[in-house]
């Protein structure tokens, strides 16, 4: 797994880290963590998500995309157990 080292941060961003990491119960490392997934996880903005992308304008599935809609197995709504 690869480290990341950050420098030069201010100490009220470095105080604000510690607080939220404490008021989750998280180590200030995890909590970095956790902030940096989320905020990169997003789409960038003026990329399309994956469904905006499947989807076009028109509201039609994009040509060179085939989707599957069919369930495989019909699904019970309800089975007697004995136990």
Same mark, same amino acid.
């Given at each position: 797994? /690869?480290?990341?080292l950050?420098?030069?941060?201010e100490?009220?961003?470095?105080?604000k880290l %510690?607080r939220? /990491? *404490? /008021?989750?119960?998280? *180590?200030?490392?995890?909590e970095h963590?956790l902030?940096l997934?989320?905020a990169? *996880? %997003?789409?960038? %903005?003026?990329?399309? *998500?994956? &469904?905006?992308?499947?989807?076009?304008?028109a509201g039609?599935?994009?040509p060179?995309?085939e &989707?599957q809609t069919?369930?495989?197995?019909?699904?019970?709504?309800?089975r007697?157990?004995k136990?």
């Open positions: 797994m /690869a480290q990341l950050v420098r030069r941060i100490e009220s961003l470095v105080r %510690k939220r /990491a *404490s /008021a989750r119960g998280v *180590s200030v490392e995890e963590r902030i997934k989320e990169l *996880s %997003k789409p960038e %903005k003026g990329k399309p *998500s994956l &469904i905006e992308f499947l989807i076009s304008n039609t599935v994009h060179e995309i &989707i069919r369930r495989s197995r019909k699904l019970e709504t309800h007697e157990v136990l």
